[in-house]
């Protein structure tokens, strides 16, 4: 995803230098290299130092974090005390909560700090925002955001296209909905469910945890039913459910042979090992919202079909989840954002001037009304 982020970046319009910076210098290197066009720069920087953070980003207008989501909390600190707009890729709702309890601090020091920018959590909160905004009453609100390989693979019919953690975050951790206007707690890898997109055929969805963000929190009392689920190919959540359910996710640690481990870092590592298959990639993305407008009922369809780019070398995960962030970033350093403080992007961002930013990438967002 950094890798993205640096391509995006290098390439935006008024951006002067960018910035990358891995605690592997060498690799900060060759990233800034091959994808910098001619504008990074590369730093060995350590993202667990906060002062040292905090010095570097004294040099940069805005800043995109593109690691573990655990450090997100001392890069919000570092950020603000630097002064500096940030926003991170997320995918830990507690993490968030802990940044937005910092958001009288980034006020003050005026700068602008919106946590879960990516994909989903990302982009599809902007989406929701549009389609709440154009309708008068809102009854229901439905994500589904799917990253696949443009062929399944047998046995899970998946490839690991973003990080081990985030996707066993997505999969172990409680899900966060809305039902009848207020907030309710859902089990993950329930709410079994198919779909079909043209030119794919038929998905199944399940609910994941993250991928609503602060939704449920913004929207609560406004609109009566909202969810996100994850789109996969059919099998899958049958396939994968069984080894979370017998303790594989789980990180309290057990003995073995001698040595004391956790499971899920067991499971972390055969995923990466066994399912990096490198296989062209596509993003599937479909948000729904019923209500109505002018006493009539409405039905509003916000639809992503994005294939991975080979020209580039971009897969279609890095493109639909690090470009929404640079957007992003790159509205709060150009003065397109003028909220301050710690925002979700359904508050802070407008999707009339985030839309077009997509288009320009070459990634073809559909609304239908």
Known sequence: MGRAAVYDLARAEDVDQVGVCD?????????????????????????GNESEVERFLKNYDAAVSCVGYELNLGLTSAAISAGCHLVDLGGNNDVVRSQCAMSSEAEEAGV????????????????????????????????????????????????????????????????????????ETVNPMTGLELLEFDGIGKVEAFYTSGGA????????????????????????????????????????EIEVDGKVIQPRS???????RNLSFGDPDLVLVRVQIEGVREKVDRMLVYEIVDRQDDRSGLTAMMRTTS???TIVAWMAASGQITERGVKPQEVAVKPSLFFPQLKRRGINLVIRD
């Open 213 to 252: 963000s602060t939704l449920p929190e913004t929207y609560e009392g406004k609109v009566r039913f909202l969810d996100y689920k994850t789109i996969r190919y059919p099998g899958h959540c049958q396939l994968f459910k069984p080894m979370l359910e017998i303790g594989l996710g789980s990180r309290r």
């Open 23 to 47: 605690i592997d210098g060498d690799l900060a290197g060759e990233i800034a290299e091959r994808f910098g066009d001619g504008k990074a720069v590369s730093y060995k920087l350590d993202a």
């Open 266 to 272: 067991v499971l972390k590592a055969i995923l990466d």
């Open 323 to 325: 470009f929404p962030a």
């Open 112 to 183: 602008v700090v919106i946590p879960d920018c990516g994909l989903a959590p990302g982009m599809v909160s902007i989406m929701v925002a549009d389609g709440v905004a154009k309708l008068d009453e809102v009854d229901t609100v439905k994500i589904r955001v799917g990253g696949l390989p443009q062929v399944p693979r047998r046995p899970l019919n998946y490839q690991m296209v973003f990080s081990a953690e985030g996707l066993l975050n997505e999969y172990w951790e409680p899900c966060f909905i809305l039902n009848d206007g207020k907030k």
